[in-house]
């Protein structure tokens, strides 16, 4: 599909895997460039690209000088930042009972955090009309004490979502979120195939099962084109039909 985004520069993090992996590849079939980063550009490595549309460099989200040296790199590469895909997380298990201060930052640094500190640093770059989306989980949407910091920590993801699509709306810089349920990445890497089927029986999946990568990437994508010009704001689910609120 043609979304109209060739020549146009994007920002993911987190794309050595999962929905991260599938975004940077969607955008590069639409003829995009596309810079991406993780704590690992080692995994980068075997992204199929044109010559001069792939940049990987090394990021970590929740340290500034990171960030600060990933962006200014690809604003010298390839000048304007047009799209910016925040999909870079890590969860932190546990009870209330016993995430400690330090697991509470922590997941709050490589979630809410990164998401703040990379549109903050990518919006120099960005003209206006410009994208973003952020990554988030139903989870911030519908709280389940089995993911208790992300039930937190995620909500504060969308709420800084449509926070900033109201302040950027002028520039119109379109900001939304893809908010995820079940959906086969590198967090899950390892299960048995019957934990899979326990998880989607536990939360009633109407769909039955987890979805794949793609299916995650081609809603972000198409957030990223004109073909969703009038959105902003938005939280969308990605959940296979798990999500029970209204």
């Not at 050595?16 to 690992?40: C, F, K, N, P």
């Not at 039955?208 to 939280?235: C, K, M, N, Q, W």
């Given at each position: 599909?043609?979304?109209?985004?060739?020549?146009?520069?994007?920002?993911?993090?987190?794309?050595?895997?999962?929905?991260?992996?599938?975004?940077?590849?969607?955008?590069?079939?639409?003829?995009?460039?596309?810079?991406?980063?993780?704590?690992?550009?080692?995994?980068?490595?075997?992204?199929?690209?044109?010559?001069?549309?792939?940049?990987?460099?090394?990021?970590?989200?929740?340290?500034?000088?990171?960030?600060?040296?990933?962006?200014?790199?690809?604003?010298?590469?390839?000048?304007?930042?047009?799209?910016?895909?925040?999909?870079?997380?890590?969860?932190?298990?546990?009870?209330?009972?016993?995430?400690?201060?330090?697991?509470?930052?922590?997941?709050?640094?490589?979630?809410?955090?990164?998401?703040?500190?990379?549109?903050?640093?990518?919006?120099?770059?960005?003209?206006?009309?410009?994208?973003?989306?952020?990554?988030?989980?139903?989870?911030?949407?519908?709280?389940?004490?089995?993911?208790?910091?992300?039930?937190?920590?995620?909500?504060?993801?969308?709420?800084?979502?449509?926070?900033?699509?109201?302040?950027?709306?002028?520039?119109?810089?379109?900001?939304?979120?893809?908010?995820?349920?079940?959906?086969?990445?590198?967090?899950?890497?390892?299960?048995?195939?019957?934990?899979?089927?326990?998880?989607?029986?536990?939360?009633?999946?109407?769909?039955?099962?987890?979805?794949?990568?793609?299916?995650?990437?081609?809603?972000?994508?198409?957030?990223?084109s004109d073909a969703a010009s009038y959105l902003t704001g938005v939280v969308l689910d990605v959940d296979g039909g798990m999500a029970a609120y209204l």
């Amino acid at each position: 599909m043609n979304l109209g985004l060739a020549g146009q520069v994007a920002i993911v993090t987190g794309g050595s895997r999962g929905i991260g992996r599938a975004v940077v590849e969607e955008l590069l079939d639409e003829g995009a460039r596309v810079a991406t980063g993780s704590r690992h550009p080692e995994d980068l490595a075997g992204i199929e690209a044109p010559p001069g549309h792939l940049l990987t460099l090394p990021l970590d989200v929740t340290d500034v000088d990171s960030i600060e040296n990933f962006v200014a790199t690809v604003s010298e590469t390839w000048g304007a930042v047009h799209m910016l895909v925040n999909n870079a997380g890590k969860a932190y298990p546990g009870s209330f009972a016993t995430l400690s201060d330090q697991d509470w930052q922590n997941d709050i640094n490589v979630k809410l955090m990164a998401q703040v500190r990379m549109c903050r640093r990518v919006l120099k770059e960005m003209p206006d009309g410009g994208r973003i989306v952020n990554l988030t989980a139903i989870f911030g949407k519908q709280p389940n004490p089995r993911f208790f910091a992300s039930s937190v920590n995620r909500a504060s993801c969308s709420s800084f979502t449509k926070t900033l699509a109201k302040e950027l709306a002028p520039r119109s810089i379109r900001v939304n979120a893809v908010s995820i349920g079940f959906i086969h990445s590198g967090q899950w890497e390892g299960r048995p195939e019957g934990f899979f089927t326990e998880l989607v029986d536990e939360f009633r999946v109407p769909l039955g099962r987890f979805g794949d990568a793609v299916e995650a990437s081609h809603p972000i994508v198409f957030l990223l084109s004109d073909a969703a010009s009038y959105l902003t704001g938005v939280v969308l689910d990605v959940d296979g039909g798990m999500a029970a609120y209204l």
